[in-house]
């Protein structure tokens, strides 16, 4: 399959690069900056990402770019534009104070390619503390804004382009038009890269790769474990083993709603109901990261045991998906993301992985979901955290406390689909806070426990804003939690973003 190489040169946008790609229905890879593949025969482009780093500075990434230089169609953006213009011999500068935000592109060369359909003035995102002030020869100069001069350039007789604002993100108003020029009229993109050609593509693949082998899979109720389930399932039928481990901090009647429609799904699937096991080894335990290792000790060994009762079992699937394997090109040194998994896989494992989704975005996954005839509201089901509410109730785990926040939570989600709002929001919950306030409630005095709602929005969980929800929304909400779950006497509201706060209270 044709695809298009992006270089990772630590940009916080580089993965943005990579759906925009995919959305023009070509298939992308992201590699570190130096990591240019051996066997490039299918590849039709190469993207060169923005960076934190500066161009001359001694320690900056300057891989050799003559594997496909001059060859394949280049597009370096932000850095990448300036590394391909330092690289060739023109001038690359601090400005001296960094450009960041809206700009005007107040000059564009009609006859260039990669402005296509584009006409000045047109609205682009800038985020740059060096500027390129002069091109190598042979290169012309093809945008401008009033500040920056050289906003994009093209080779005279190469298939090369640089640009210094960013097209991927959605201020860059044409960005879209932009990144289709590129990928679609200059590489020539054949657009085969669709939900339903990956279902039959990778329908074929698991066929051959597992024969008449047995496979297991652990289902979690959330989307990218359901969505390989079902590609799986569609591939090999009954042989797909699942198991649904119940560890009893799902929402209210998850377990019984969830197993119900992975049964209506035609799959071959065994609900395990380990709850009273696990809140047993949770009792009197508040540090939020001996609970987490709890719960992930506890499921492999539930788990585990499940699986090795399936005869002739040789693979393990997984949902695992393309951001998840990403090598992030850490290169500030600074950790951005560390991944969540529950408990991990067993050192000893003997199963081989098989990870039908691990070239896949997340809203690819939803689209495959939808093309396999998933229902919407499973293909578009909020994330959940894997030791589930045990990080929302702060301090240590009772039936009790489990039992009112599965009643708040309850209330809460469902207002939020009945108003309509459930999909314009990333993820919500409700958090039980370990103090108690006093309340009245008819004549009497209350002392109960304090909730909090958290509803946010996002693109990919590593940041996050509150979601503004209608005033009476809450209102309502808040009258129905309080009259309706015995233990609680007093709403709140969480407004903070990610960062500084997270998504999750613990
Ligand atoms: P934070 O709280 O780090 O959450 O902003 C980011 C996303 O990750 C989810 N999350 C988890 N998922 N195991 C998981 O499987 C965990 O321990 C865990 N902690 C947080 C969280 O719900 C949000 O979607």
């Known amino acids: 399959m044709q695809r298009i190489i992006i270089l990772d040169f630590g940009s916080q946008t580089t993965q943005l690069i990579g759906r925009r790609v995919r959305e023009l229905g070509t298939f992308c890879e992201i590699l570190p900056y130096d990591r240019y593949p051996e066997d490039d025969s299918d590849v039709i482009g190469v993207i060169l990402s923005g960076s934190p780093l500066s161009v001359y500075a001694d320690d900056a990434a300057r891989p050799d770019l003559s594997r496909f230089l001059g060859r394949l169609p280049v597009l370096g953006i932000c850095y990448g534009a300036q590394l391909l213009s330092f690289t060739l011999g023109g001038r690359v500068e601090p400005v001296g104070t960094r450009e960041y935000g809206r700009a005007g592109l107040s000059f564009i060369d009609p006859a260039c390619r990669l402005f296509k359909g584009i006409e000045a003035p047109s609205q682009v995102w800038m985020s740059h503390g060096d500027s390129i002030t002069a091109l190598p020869e042979g290169y012309r100069l093809v945008a401008s804004t009033d500040s920056v001069r050289f906003a994009a350039f093209e080779c005279g007789n190469a298939p090369v382009w640089g640009v210094q604002f960013h097209p991927e993100v959605m201020h860059t108003l044409q960005g879209g038009q932009l990144l289709e020029n590129f990928v679609v009229g200059i590489c020539g993109s054949r657009r085969e890269w669709t939900p339903d050609s990956f279902v039959e593509s990778s329908v074929k693949e698991l066929r051959s790769m597992l024969g008449d082998d047995k496979v297991v899979l652990g289902l979690s109720g959330g989307v990218d474990s359901s969505v390989a389930a079902v590609l799986l399932n569609r591939a090999i039928g009954d042989r797909l083993n699942c198991i649904f481990v119940n560890h009893g901090l799902l929402r209210k009647h998850e377990f019984e709603d969830v197993l119900n429609d992975y049964k209506d799904l035609g799959l071959n699937v065994k ?30 060994e539930v788990f585990n045991a499940e699986a090795a009762k399936i005869d002739g079992a040789k693979w393990l699937a997984q949902g695992t998906i393309y951001p998840d394997r990403i090598e992030s090109c850490n290169i500030t040194g600074k950790v951005i993301k560390s991944h ?22 997340k809203d690819e996954v939803r689209a495959v979901g939808l093309s396999l005839g998933m229902p919407r509201h499973m293909v578009f089901r909020h994330p959940f955290p894997g030791p589930g509410l045990a990080v929302r109730i702060l301090e240590d785990i009772t039936p009790e406390k489990v039992r009112i926040l599965q009643d708040v939570d309850d209330v809460f989600m469902r207002s939020l689909r009945e108003y309509g709002l459930y999909d314009r929001i990333w993820q919500a919950g409700a958090i039980l806070l370990p103090v108690r306030t006093v309340g009245v409630m008819g004549d009497e005095r209350t002392y109960d426990h304090a909730v909090v709602l958290r509803a946010v929005t996002s693109t990919d969980a590593m940041t996050a804003d509150w979601a503004e929800l209608p005033t009476d929304f809450l209102r309502n909400v808040s ?10 006497n007093r709403v709140c509201y969480d407004i903070s973003s990610k960062p500084p706060a997270t998504i999750e209270w613990e």
Do not use: Q
């Not at 395990?272 to 609970?291: H, T």
């Open 479 to 488: 009258n129905e939690i309080i009259n309706n779950v015995k233990g609680v």
């Open 340 to 361: 969540h998994n529950v408990g991990g896989l067993p050192k000893d494992m003997k199963l081989r992985l098989c990870e039908p989704l691990k070239w896949l975005f």
């Open 271 to 300: 609900g395990v109901d380990a709850s009273a096991e696990f809140l047993s080894a949770l009792a009197g335990e508040s540090d939020p990261e001996k609970k987490r290792k709890i719960i992930g000790g506890k499921f492999v």
